[in-house]
């Protein structure tokens, strides 16, 4: 079984633009989430999507943006990228809402932004 | 809303030494989750632990879930080099709510 996917795996942009990070989470979840992780720090949660809506939002400008497609993979988008934005993103997908299911993850996108 | 704290945030020791992190909650919680983060790696879930004193062990580790449901911990009997890593543990409030996780502990080990 293929896990979750994410591209690309490194990025480096520049101040003031734009990037798509996209995720293709395992056959049959539903769930995606997105977080931030900065070097050596936590998970920052940015967003989860099930089913193709919204269902949370972290602590993030609105700059900040992603959508779920219908066959459940996603997009974050990052608008007029800062300095700080530079971090590891990550996705997880899950079986859908259900209690007690675990997150598996992907191997990240590593942002730089000079 | 919920929210654990973990501690320590880093933790050092020598290979064999045991090591231990903790999760603390002020409130009930429903169950509770750990994952292992190599370095340069990504969050790999571990174990689940649901019910009220809990015990539950992979080879050197050891899973407890406190007696009140409100604290958990992870502890590893002699540590390898193979264990460093950050460790994190996360809980869902209610069903249909969102995986929180703790800030993680990063455990190095030195040889």
């Known amino acids: 079984e293929a896990g979750v996917t994410q591209s690309p795996t490194h990025l480096i942009k520049t101040r003031g633009q734009q990037v798509t990070l996209r995720c293709s989470p395992i056959?049959?979840?539903?769930?995606v989430y997105w977080y931030q992780q900065a070097l050596g720090l936590g998970l920052q949660f940015l967003l989860w999507?099930?089913?193709?809506?919204?269902?949370n939002r972290g602590n993030f400008p609105p700059r900040f943006s992603g959508r779920q497609f219908p066959n459940y993979s996603s997009e974050l988008n990052v608008n007029a990228l800062e300095l700080e934005d530079s971090a590891l993103y990550l996705c997880?997908?899950?079986?859908?809402?259900?209690?007690?299911?675990?997150?598996?993850f992907g191997p990240g996108t590593r942002l730089t932004v000079l | 809303g919920q929210q654990v704290m973990q501690i320590p945030q880093y933790q050092h020791v020598q290979e064999g030494e045991d090591f231990t992190t903790y999760c603390n909650s002020s409130?009930?919680?429903?169950?509770i989750q750990w994952y292992k983060q190599r370095p340069g790696g990504h969050p790999v879930f571990l174990i689940q632990?649901?019910?009220?004193?809990e015990v539950k062990k992979q080879k050197r580790l050891t899973f407890q879930f406190g007696e009140a449901k409100k604290n958990s911990s992870l502890h590893i009997t002699a540590t390898q080099t193979t264990d460093v890593g950050t460790y994190f543990c996360?809980?869902?409030?209610?069903?249909?709510?969102?995986?929180?996780f703790g800030e993680g502990t990063q455990l190095t080990v030195n040889p």
């Open positions: 997880a997908s899950n079986v859908g809402l259900a209690f007690y299911n675990e997150q598996f």
């Open positions: 056959s049959g979840h539903t769930s």
């Open positions: 632990l649901v019910k009220s004193g």
């Open positions: 996360a809980f869902r409030g209610t069903s249909g709510s969102r995986l929180t």
């Open positions: 999507y099930d089913e193709g809506e919204e269902r």
């Open positions: 409130t009930t919680l429903s169950n």
